[in-house]
C-alpha cells in the first residue's frame, strides 16, 4: 500500500521552527521515563496530542510485573513470558526487561508513586499466565493513574524538559535517510517544524482503531502509521490483543474489567450460570488473555448471549470491594454490586503487539528515531502480551531510549538549524466533505466484524477490499483537523493489520485462523516484517541564509532570514 508521504503540505521558507536536542513523541510511561534519563546539559521538548494525562499508561488498572519476592525466580518470570509469547518472543528481550524491571519499580518508588502496601511491604498480586503473585498495585485498581502522577510531577521538577499538550504530531521529518524532527499542529500556534537531534517515539497504541476497545479516545495509531510512512519498518501487526474482561452494558462507555479481579479468584460464567474456562484451559480463569479472550467469544457463540459474567460472591465482600474501588464505583452506577451481582463483560481491543520495529536499545530502522512503550514490537511479547509486562516495557525501554538517544545527540556537532525542505502534497485540492465520522465508525465496526477474535480468509479479504476503496479516496486528501488526520491513520494502520493477518496463514497467540487452526512452527515462527511504502519525499530547495541556533535554544523563530519572528513558550 502506498501513501502520500506526509499529511499535509508545508514549506520550511515560511514556517514556524522550534530546536530541541531531543524530542519526545508521547507523554505515557514510555515518554517520560525516556526524557527522566537524558541529563540535563541537553534540551527536551515532550509533546503530547492531548492532555498530559490522558494516555493508556493512565487507564492502566493491573499493576507493574516485576520478581519482588523470595519465593519468585526471574527464571520463573522469563518461563511466564514465553509461554504466554506462544514461540515468537525474543528470549534475549526477555530476560533484560524481567531483571531490569525491579530496579524500575524502585525508581518509581524513589520518585514518589505511592504502591499499595501489605503489612509494610509492597503487596503482589497474580494475574493470568503468571506463575507467582508478582504484580505491584496502586489505589487498589488505579495503578496507572498513580504511577502517571508520580512520574509527570517528576518531569515539571526538570528544567531541561519542556512539556507540550494539545500538539498533534502529524508526521516525522526527514532528510537524506534520517529523522531530523517532526511536524506538529499545535492549538492556536498551528504549523510547528520541530529540529531535533535525536527523536524518541513513544505515541502509544491503535486501539480505537475497532468499535469495542478498552483505550481511550487518543489512541488512534498516529506514530505507527507517521513512522510507517517515514520509511521505518513495521512488523508484527497481526497481533492485537483482547483483553477478555471489558464491561459491556448496552448505551454506555465501554471500560476494562482488570486481570487482577480473576487473578483474585473470580469466576467466569455463562448466561445460563454454567463455569467454563476449564472446557477450554486446566489453568481456568488464570489462562493467558488470548485463551481465556477466544473461550469467552466462543461461549457467546454458542449460547447467542452478547456477554460472558464475572462472579465473585464467592469471595470476601469487604476485601472485594476494597480491592477494586474503582471498578466497583464504575459498576455502582449502572446498579451493580460487584461482591454480589454478576458483571456483564465481553473481550475489547487492548493492546497492540505490534508496531515499529526496534533493537533491544529502542533503536528503529531509521536513523535519527528511537521508539518505546506499545507503539514498537521490541520482541518481548512474542505474539501474546502477559498482563501487566506493558509498563515495565516502557520503564525499560524508555530509559534505554533515553540514555542512548541522549549519547547519540551528545556526539553530533555544531548547532541545530532548519533544513531547507518542501512538500506540496498531490491529489485533491478540493472535493465533496467527506463525513469523518461516519466513515471512522464504519472502519471500526468492519474491524470488529471480520478482523476480531477469530479470523479467516473469506472475511479478511472483504476488510481489505472495502478498507483499500477507503483508502483511495481518503489517503490523498489533505485534512486540517486532528479527527481527519486521525482517519487517515487509522486506516493505513488497519491496511496493514488486515494484511499481516491475511498473510500468517496459522494460529498464534492473539492472531486465530479458523481457516488454518493450528500453529505451524515450520513456516511462521518467525515475525512478519512490513515493507515501508514508495516514499514520495519531501523535496530540497535552495537554502536560505537560516539562522543557525544554539542546541539550548527554547524560542520558537519563524525561519525568515531577514527577521525572525519569536513566539514565547508557554
Not at 526527514?174 to 531535533?196: F, N, P, S, Y
Not at 454454567?274 to 488473555?289: C, H, Q, S
Not at 454480589?340 to 520495529?357: K, L, N, S
Request: overall charge neutral.
Amino acid at each position: 500500500m502506498d501513501a502520500p508521504r506526509y499529511l499535509v503540505s508545508f514549506d520550511a521558507d515560511t514556517a514556524l521552527h522550534r530546536f530541541t536536542d531531543i524530542l519526545v513523541i508521547g507523554a505515557g510511561i514510555a515518554g517520560l521515563r525516556a526524557a527522566l534519563e537524558i541529563p540535563p546539559s541537553l534540551s527536551v521538548l515532550v509533546v503530547t496530542k492531548d492532555r498530559l494525562t490522558e494516555s493508556n499508561s493512565t487507564y492502566a488498572q493491573g499493576g507493574l510485573a516485576g520478581v519482588l519476592s523470595p519465593e519468585d525466580r526471574f527464571e520463573d518470570h522469563v518461563q511466564d513470558t514465553l509461554i504466554a509469547g506462544d514461540g515468537l518472543c525474543d528470549p534475549d528481550v526477555v530476560d533484560m526487561v524481567v531483571r531490569e524491571a525491579p530496579g524500575e519499580i524502585e525508581r518509581l518508588i524513589q520518585w514518589g508513586t505511592r504502591f499499595d502496601l501489605e503489612n509494610g511491604t509492597l503487596a503482589l498480586t497474580r494475574e493470568g499466565g503468571h506463575s507467582h503473585r508478582r504484580i505491584v498495585h496502586a489505589l487498589g485498581d488505579a495503578t496507572g493513574f498513580e504511577v502517571m502522577r508520580a512520574i509527570i510531577a517528576r518531569a515539571r521538577q526538570m528544567p531541561h524538559i519542556t512539556l507540550w499538550d494539545d500538539a498533534f504530531t502529524l508526521d516525522l521529518l526527514t532528510d537524506e535517510g534520517q529523522c531530523v524532527g517532526a511536524i506538529l499542529q499545535r492549538g492556536d500556534w498551528g504549523r510547528v517544524l520541530v529540529w531535533a537531534r535525536q527523536v524518541i517515539l513513544a505515541s502509544g497504541g491503535c486501539g480505537m482503531v475497532y468499535r469495542e476497545t478498552t483505550n481511550p479516545p487518543v489512541a488512534t495509531g498516529d506514530g505507527m502509521a507517521a513512522a510507517w510512512r517515514a520509511g521505518a519498518q513495521l512488523r508484527d501487526m497481526e497481533f492485537m490483543q483482547f483483553h477478555p474482561t471489558m464491561l459491556y452494558v448496552a448505551g454506555s462507555a465501554r471500560y476494562l474489567i482488570s486481570e487482577a479481579v480473576r487473578g483474585e479468584g473470580a469466576y467466569l460464567r455463562d448466561v445460563h450460570g454454567e463455569r467454563f474456562m476449564l472446557r477450554y484451559d486446566p489453568r481456568g480463569e488464570l489462562a493467558p488473555r488470548d485463551i481465556v479472550a477466544r473461550a469467552i467469544f466462543l461461549t457467546m457463540e454458542r449460547t447467542q448471549h452478547p456477554n460472558v459474567y464475572l462472579d465473585l460472591s464467592h469471595l470476601d465482600s469487604d476485601k472485594v470491594r476494597q480491592r477494586f474501588p474503582g471498578i466497583n464505583r464504575v459498576c455502582r452506577a449502572f446498579g451493580l454490586d460487584i461482591a454480589r451481582d454478576r458483571i456483564p463483560v465481553r473481550p475489547g481491543a487492548h493492546y497492540m503487539i505490534g508496531g515499529v520495529t526496534v533493537d533491544r536499545d529502542g533503536r528503529t530502522t531509521l536513523p535519527g528515531l528511537w521508539a518505546a512503550g506499545e507503539v514498537t514490537s521490541s520482541g518481548l511479547h512474542g505474539a501474546n502480551r502477559l498482563a501487566s509486562n506493558s509498563l515495565i516495557e516502557g520503564l525499560v525501554f524508555g530509559a534505554r531510549c533515553g540514555r542512548l538517544a541522549a549519547a547519540a545527540a551528545l556526539a553530533q556537532p555544531g548547532r541545530l538549524a532548519p533544513r531547507p525542505l518542501r512538500y506540496q502534497r498531490p491529489g485533491l485540492e478540493s472535493a465533496d466533505r467527506l463525513d469523518i465520522a461516519d466513515l471512522t465508525a464504519s472502519l471500526r465496526s468492519l474491524m470488529v466484524r471480520k478482523m476480531g477474535i477469530i479470523r479467516d480468509a473469506q472475511r479478511l479479504s472483504e476488510a481489505r477490499r472495502d478498507v483499500d476503496f477507503w483508502c483511495r479516496y481518503v489517503l490523498v486528501r489533505e485534512f486540517d483537523t486532528r479527527p481527519g488526520w486521525e482517519l487517515q491513520n487509522l486506516l493505513s494502520v488497519a491496511r496493514l493489520m488486515i494484511d499481516a493477518a491475511l498473510q500468517r496463514d496459522e494460529s498464534r497467540g492473539t492472531h486465530f485462523r479458523s481457516d488454518h487452526p493450528q500453529r505451524d512452527d515450520i513456516r511462521w515462527a518467525r515475525r512478519h516484517v512490513v515493507a515501508p511504502p514508495r516514499l514520495e519525499m519531501a523535496s530540497s530547495v535552495a537554502a536560505p541564509d537560516q539562522p543557525v541556533l544554539p542546541a539550548r535554544t527554547t524560542d520558537i523563530l519563524a525561519a525568515v532570514p531577514s527577521s525572525p519572528t519569536t513566539v514565547p513558550n508557554p
